[in-house]
């Protein structure tokens, strides 16, 4: 099968990020299919796939991935000749309050996938089926593997994993597995470790939809103990780029880190964002800013994230394209 209309696996597509790629991937190869398995958890949402929904090149699948049989059937019925790996529980205050689903979808499914596309590809280990010769496992994971940083400093791919959350450590503990495919194995796969993503389709729980729906709504705007941890923002966008570039040349066995460089402190985020609702929306008097509320931190709270992403920069010569204050205004517009 040529590359060209080979079908590809995405899993998770009905949520933020796997909506944002979905409908880029099917204008970018005008004859490559996509089926999209997604468990339609709490996170998904179909809606975010309307624009796709009768392209005959897209097919949706209700499933999960710890559903063994159901992904064989899938592998078989629809020659996969490619997986991107998006699915997963996501969200860290979830993972405190129930972690044994993180590690049931992260861990036992990404093992459930890793497994079955390597067993319809690979005949032995480093041995490809003439059919499956150049077929890749992409793994979609985050920054948080790294653990934490001080004030100063940066995740780079070689940086020790530490992860801190039962969130981060499942993603740590698939991401492993991913990398013994590789090694045991010769599976072609790769991994990309992202910051924190923002733009249009993100489930509401998360922070920056969080803060423009509450400022809006006229309710408090929570942040967490004194709101000085530091994360690394990235326009979904960018990341979704960053996806296709690695799938598409990024070496077999290798990581990449993908990161906007656009570090902020949460609370000054939350008044920048409570800024701009002043000047695209204006409250009848008074600023947004003066319903910001400090709220009890969260348990393990990480204090900071910062990527480095000279790897990618160089090797493949990805940047992000959109700069941070339009990218978010254009995120308000979107919600609101
Ligand atoms: P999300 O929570 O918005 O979406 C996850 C999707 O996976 C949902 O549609 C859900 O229904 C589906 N899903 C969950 N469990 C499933 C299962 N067992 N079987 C099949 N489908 C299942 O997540 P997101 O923000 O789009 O993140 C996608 C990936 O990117 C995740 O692997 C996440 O770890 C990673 N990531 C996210 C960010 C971010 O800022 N959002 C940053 C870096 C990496």
Same mark, same amino acid.
């Given at each position: 099968?040529?590359? &060209?209309n ?7 597509g009905?949520?933020?990020?796997? $909506? ?11 004859? &490559?299919?996509i ?9 998904? !949402?179909?809606e ?14 209700k #499933? !999960?991935?710890?559903?063994r049989n159901?992904l064989?059937?899938?592998?078989q ?15 860290? +205050?979830?993972? /405190? ?20 596309? =390597?067993?319809?590809?690979?005949k ?5 089926r ?6 890749? =496992?992409?793994?979609?994971s985050?920054?948080?593997?790294? #653990? ?6 940066? =995740?780079?791919?070689?940086?020790p994993?530490?992860p801190? $959350? ?7 503990a698939?991401?492993? %597995? ?11 796969? %790769? /991994?990309?470790?992202?910051?924190n ?18 400022a809006? $709504? #006229?309710? !408090?705007?929570?942040?967490y ?23 598409a ?6 990581v990449?880190? /993908?990161?906007?460089?656009?570090? /902020? &402190?949460?609370?000054e ?8 609702l ?5 409250k +009848?008097? #008074?600023?947004?800013s003066?319903?910001?509320t ?9 204090q900071?994230?910062?990527? +480095?992403? $000279? ?17 978010l ?8």
């Open positions: 099968m040529s590359n &060209q080979k079908t590809i696996l995405v899993t998770g009905a949520g933020f990020i796997g $909506s944002n790629f979905i409908p880029y991937y099917l204008a970018q190869f005008p004859e &490559q299919h089926i999209n398995l997604d468990a339609l958890t709490y996170a998904g !949402d179909l975010n796939l309307s624009e796709v929904e009768s392209n005959p090149r897209y097919q949706f699948i #499933g !999960d991935i710890c559903n159901l064989e059937k899938i592998f019925d629809h020659h996969i000749h490619g997986v991107i790996h998006f699915a997963a529980e996501s969200h860290v +205050d979830n993972s /405190i309050s129930n972690p044994g689903v993180f590690i049931e979808t992260n861990v036992n499914g990404t093992f459930n996938l890793l497994d079955v596309a =390597f067993k319809t590809w690979m032995a280990p480093f041995e490809y003439e059919e499956y010769r150049d077929c890749r =496992f992409h793994h979609i985050t920054d948080e593997v790294y #653990g934490s940083l001080g004030e100063t400093g940066y =995740f780079t791919e070689e940086t994993y530490a801190n $959350s039962p969130y981060s450590a499942s993603k740590a698939s991401d492993m %597995v991913v990398r013994s495919y590789h090694h045991t194995y010769g599976m072609n796969t %790769v /991994i990309t470790n992202c910051s993503n923002y733009g249009p389709k993100q489930h509401k729980e998360k922070l920056i939809p969080t803060i423009i729906r509450k809006i $709504s #006229g309710e !408090d705007i929570p942040i103990g004194n709101g000085k941890n530091v994360r690394d923002w990235l326009y979904v966008l960018d990341h979704v780029k960053a996806i296709n570039l690695v799938n040349e990024g070496k077999a066995g290798e990449y880190n /993908i990161g906007g460089d656009a570090e /902020i &402190q949460n609370i985020l939350a008044h920048k964002i409570c800024t701009l002043d000047e695209l929306k204006p +009848d008097s #008074g600023s947004y003066e319903q910001i400090f709220v009890k931190d969260r348990a393990g709270h990480d900071r994230y910062a990527i +480095d992403a $000279s790897k990618i920069r160089s090797q493949l010569n990805w940047k992000a394209d959109s700069e941070f204050e339009d990218a205004k254009e995120t308000i517009i979107w919600y609101w």
